[in-house]
């Protein structure tokens, strides 16, 4: 028997090929060139009116916090709300800018819950840092809203949420700032990469800054560099080395063309599960929230006794994974635990079942009869 794997990344090798060795051809493999490609392929897809990239996500959600600091004059110790279950690199990035992670408790979608959200604001919030946890936008609409009324930023983790549409639209249009995530289990496979997309154009255009270590080639290059000056350049602040380069973006450029189809793909396999897992009440399906078309990025359980039921599935060649641990249960976010009890206790019996491109209908099917019997047997 074979094993089934969580996730396998699918790469359509000899296109991939063809992107890169126009950069080899060309002896231009960093920022610029494919980058700019890829920026404008991804403006065009998701109708996001701006997108920087970067070598990755976590990167993005620095720079997001910390320039929405900047622009609002945020100071140290102010609070930004975000959520327990997630990967933490979310998390971590509101530490990086001397500001305080506020943990609110998630809903039936595993996204924050506005009602959490809200009873959470003090005169020190800043932000919400919102997640769309597996491709799912929860009730994002609501957040904004309540963002919006409160005089807060919207930080969207958009990690997941590559090709989600949301009311027709795709899913980051409703925020301050998106952050994706190309890393190579994502929707849209590069190996290490992301993009950052912010509403304001004047925010873009400082990214861009703050991304290659506050050097401005562009002033230059307009008034002062001519000649023997073209080397010139100025600085204008510190910034930090996250731009993406062209090897990422041309891979990045390949996934694009058929992230649509994929995802149509992943969505056909939640289908699946959905008819096969519908008659186990003992096995509970977190649903997708009302207008949103998710990317699909994980189909997610709950059981319980999940602990067992993974080492079972396991001995069956089966490898699930659990998306999240809740953060308020690490050592660094102790301070929060026992705030968010559903997301304590989903973090207790969620299960990410196995869901790529390469599964079969027939492994699909073999994943969710042994599921069932694993729990059966449990009773
Ligand atoms: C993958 C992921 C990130 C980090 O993405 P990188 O591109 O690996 O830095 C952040 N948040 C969530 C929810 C993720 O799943």
Not at 59 to 79: C, N, P, S, Y
């Amino acid at each position: 028997m074979d094993a089934i794997q969580l996730f396998v990344p699918t790469f359509r090798i000899e296109e991939c090929l063809e992107e890169i060795r126009e950069c080899l051809d060309k002896g231009w493999t960093g920022l610029g060139f494919k980058t700019a490609q890829f920026e404008d392929a991804w403006k065009q897809y998701t109708g996001l009116p701006h997108a920087h990239f970067l070598n990755s996500a976590t990167a993005g959600l620095h720079l997001a916090v910390r320039l929405l600091k900047e622009q609002g004059d945020w100071q140290a110790g102010d609070e930004i709300i975000t959520t327990p279950l997630t990967f933490v690199s979310t998390n971590h990035a509101i530490l990086y800018e001397d500001l305080r992670p506020v943990f609110a408790d998630v809903d039936e979608y595993l996204c924050l819950a506005p009602q959490s959200v809200a009873e959470r604001i003090t005169p020190r919030t800043r932000a919400v840092m919102y997640v769309g946890i597996g491709g799912n936008t929860g009730r994002l609409d609501a957040i904004a809203d309540l963002c919006r009324a409160r005089n807060l930023k919207l930080i969207l983790d958009a990690s997941h949420l590559t090709g989600t549409w949301y009311h027709g639209k795709h899913a980051g249009a409703e925020a301050d700032v998106a952050v994706f995530s190309f890393q190579a289990v994502k929707n849209l496979p590069t190996a290490d990469s992301g993009m950052i997309c912010f509403s304001d154009q004047a925010l873009d255009e400082e990214v861009r800054k703050w991304t290659w270590l506050g050097i401005n080639k562009d002033t230059y290059t307009r008034t002062v560099a001519q000649g023997a000056y073209k080397w010139y350049y100025d600085v204008e602040h510190e910034g930090f080395k996250y731009h993406g380069n062209s090897i990422m973006a041309a891979l990045g450029l390949v996934s694009l063309k058929y992230v649509e189809q994929d995802n149509a793909y992943r969505r056909q396999i939640a289908a699946w599960y959905d008819g096969w897992l519908a008659e186990e009440e003992r096995i509970e399906r977190v649903p997708v929230a009302p207008g949103c078309l998710p990317s699909r990025h994980l189909y997610q359980i709950m059981v319980n006794r999940r602990d067992e039921v993974m080492l079972a599935l396991n001995e069956a060649q089966i490898y699930p994974g659990v998306h999240y641990r809740d953060n308020t249960l690490y050592k660094m976010y102790a301070y929060a635990q026992g705030t968010c009890p559903r997301s304590t206790s989903a973090s207790e019996r969620l299960i990410s079942l196995p869901i790529h491109l390469r599964l079969a209908r027939r492994d699909v099917e073999r994943v969710a009869t042994t599921l069932k019997q694993i729990v059966a047997r449990m009773g």
